[in-house]
T-cell receptor
Framework: DTEVTQTPKHLVMGMTNKKSLKCEQHMGHRAMYWYKQKAKKPPELMFVYSYEKLSINESVPSRFSPECPNSSLLNLHLHALQPEDSALYLC?????????????FGEGSRLTVL | LAKTTQPISMDSYEGQEVNITCSHNNIATNDYITWYQQFPSQGPRFIIQGYKTKVTNEVASLFIPADRKSSTLSLPRVSLSDTAVYYCLVGPQGAAGNKLTFGGGTRVLVKP
């Protein structure tokens, strides 16, 4: 299984809602990532988890809250978002220490904030 | 972190070879160069990775000069389905959770 699965594929939410994006991989990868991508822009790194611990937070607003319940799962909890947060949210994973560092991406979750 | 610079866009025709050059003047000794391909509304997909000289796989070649300050992705005999955005990333290999940051990318349009 060489897939990273993201759910939901599409999400529409109001600014007062609380929702979550989910990501799952069964490749035994020990690093997982959240990226945000706006139209016609490159993916922007948000968070990195390494061995289930948050290792990098790229100064992301607290209305985005990541969670890594176990080595296969990564969540992104969303609360009180703004319309400018509408974007494609990409999850990725990579192998651990001593490996190639290749990123495996999911198809993304398209988020629209009304 | 090494910053990368790529052309914004390139046009080509089916059957031609496409070469995309990425500049990374402040690449570190332990940095590798990785290229990704992204189609609209999909996640990026790994194409090739290298450290120096030349690397070739079934879809592309990567040329890296001795000073490693640039690299060139070569796509042989492109087809319409190669129309995509291509990203060059530079970062250390072998550590989990690297700060892998995408540059601007090159939008390649393959015409019939």
């Amino acid at each position: 299984d060489t897939e990273v699965t993201q759910t939901p594929k599409h999400l529409v939410m109001g600014m007062t809602n609380k929702k979550s994006l989910k990501c799952e991989q069964h490749m035994g990868h020990r690093a997982m990532y959240w990226y945000k991508q706006k139209a016609k822009k490159p993916p922007e790194l948000m968070f990195v988890y390494s061995y289930e611990k948050l290792s990098i937070n790229e100064s992301v607003p607290s209305r985005f809250s990541p969670e890594c319940p176990n080595s296969s799962l990564l969540n992104l909890h969303l609360h009180a978002l703004q319309p400018e947060d509408s974007a494609l949210y990409l999850c990725a994973s990579s192998q651990g220490w001593g490996q190639t560092g290749e990123l495996f991406f999911g198809e993304g979750s398209r988020l629209t904030v009304l | 972190l090494a910053k990368t610079t790529q052309p914004i866009s390139m046009d080509s025709y089916e059957g031609q070879e496409v070469n995309i050059t990425c500049s990374h003047n402040n690449i570190a000794t332990n940095d590798y160069i990785t290229w990704y391909q992204q189609f609209p509304s999909q996640g990026p997909r790994f194409i090739i990775q290298g450290y120096k000289t030349k690397v070739t796989n079934e879809v592309a070649s990567l040329f890296i000069p001795a000073d490693r300050k640039s690299s060139t992705l070569s796509l042989p005999r492109v087809s319409l389905s190669d129309t995509a955005v291509y990203y060059c990333l530079v970062g250390p290999q072998g550590a989990a959770g690297n700060k892998l940051t995408f540059g601007g990318g090159t939008r390649v349009l393959v015409k019939p």
